[in-house]
């Protein structure tokens, strides 16, 4: 059975009064290429946004192999 590495659960972000996603959902396994495809506005920047943690999640998590990485700080 492949491992998850990625998973994205239920995730929220605004954009001051914005929603740019709600409830959005995504995982990748071991060995998996996987496209974000969808039309201008439908979110694409903004879940790759909230992978990097460069969108605040307001609800759901990201996690990397089963730990939760949502509030971990990046370099800018």
């Known amino acids: 059975?492949?491992?998850?590495?990625l998973k994205v659960e239920n995730a929220h972000v605004?954009?001051?009064?914005?929603?740019?996603?709600?409830?959005a959902s995504v995982s990748l396994d071991e060995g998996e290429i996987v496209?974000?495809?969808?039309p201008n506005g439908a979110g694409k920047s903004t879940i790759l946004k909230t992978i990097f943690g460069l969108a605040e999640v307001s609800r759901g998590r990201v996690l990397w192999h089963e730990r939760a990485i949502t509030s971990w700080r990046i370099w800018r």
């Open 14 to 23: 605004h954009y001051g009064g914005v929603n740019a996603l709600e409830g």
């Open 1 to 5: 059975m492949k491992e998850t590495l």
């Open 35 to 38: 496209a974000l495809m969808g």
